[in-house]
């Protein structure tokens, strides 16, 4: 069967086609500046040169139609026609407390996410936006929806609550939802297979980390701890966002700044501080690292202030799990910084933690990179939240739910 897979931003829109019998990837693509001046579709087929289409979209439903046409143009595309497409399968960041799991998108399931808008402003009204416009350009496709939450509904209530007044929860669903769940659940099931035991006896401490970075505490498969809160600003610093910091900060700041509580929320810790409010140069680590190796001192910090909080979850999951059978690396950082793992999983022998230097000289490839004698196994495992989309779409389709 081959699958659509389709994740919408607010304006843009990346998509890839999938052949669900062998697993490859037949044609992936992106549509940028949707409704704004300068819209660009990016397409290429698998082993081809990129087609590039530039013209006016003032919607994603026509953002759909050129990634439609490019999919069955004699030229560019993988499809006689969109009947070859055998589901859709859509990537939703917000399910709130409803689904734990993928569904075959219904009006109610519509119903469920639209509820969930005020969770994720941002994210959730293009995804359905997305939703819509392939159901009225493929109406006899079924769609199915994969929510980055789901996977974390797992967690157990002294793990997802917020020690504020319970009405906060009762009234307004204030939680730890955790996100990235697509991404943590496939390595961790990619983990098992690698490590070549089955997934319901291995505790798995999974680290996510790219411009957007969260750790997930995964026993037996199932997820009991993340360190993705309410909103994706929690947890582990990132590119450009803060992670945890002492709420108590935000009105202080808010005070001295002369700016609101939602500026420094929404401007300051979101897209100003992380990697790139400390270092000052970028949030991008390969320019951090360049100007840390050249003496910057601000850049070190940075990095050092990474590497000390992933640590501190490591820490703090091995306990909650008991001990750890692997810790696994993923994600543009995980998979590409050489220097970060080794640094991360650095003085933590006495945990069983031993990463093998050699070993680590790697990137982006499914591989062990722990001593062969680490009570711990260390992996590096390339994310690969299209393939679990598509494969959870497959698992759907299939069952007839
Ligand atoms: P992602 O959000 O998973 O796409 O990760 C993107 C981030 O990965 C970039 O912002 C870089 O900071 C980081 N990254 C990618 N390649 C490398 C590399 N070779 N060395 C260090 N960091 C990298």
Redesign the pocket.
Known sequence: MKVLVVNCGSSSLKYQVLEMDDSSLLAKGLVERIGIEGSVLNHEKTGHDKYVLETPMQNHKEAIGHVLDALQSPLHGVLKSMNEIGAVGHRVVHAGEKYAGSVLITEDVIKALEECIDLAPLHNPPNILGIKACQELMPNTPMVGVFDTAFHQTMEPELYMYAIPYEMYSKYRVRKYGFHGTSHKYVSQRAAALLDKPLEKLNIITC?????ASCAAVKGGKCIDTSMGFTPLDGLIM?TRSGTVDPAIITFIAQKEGITEEQVTSVMLNKKSG?LGVSGVS????DV?KEAEAGNERCQLALDMFARRVKSYIGSYMAQLNGADAIVFT???G???IG?REQICEGLDKLGIEIDREKNNV?GKETIISKSDSKVKILLIP?NEELMIAQDTVAIVGNGK
Do not use: K
Request: proline content about 0%; aromatic content about 4%; glycine content about 20%.
């Open positions: 996510h980390l790219g411009n957007g590119g990697i949030s991008d680590f390969r690292e994600a543009g950082v998979e590409n910084d970060m990137r994310t």
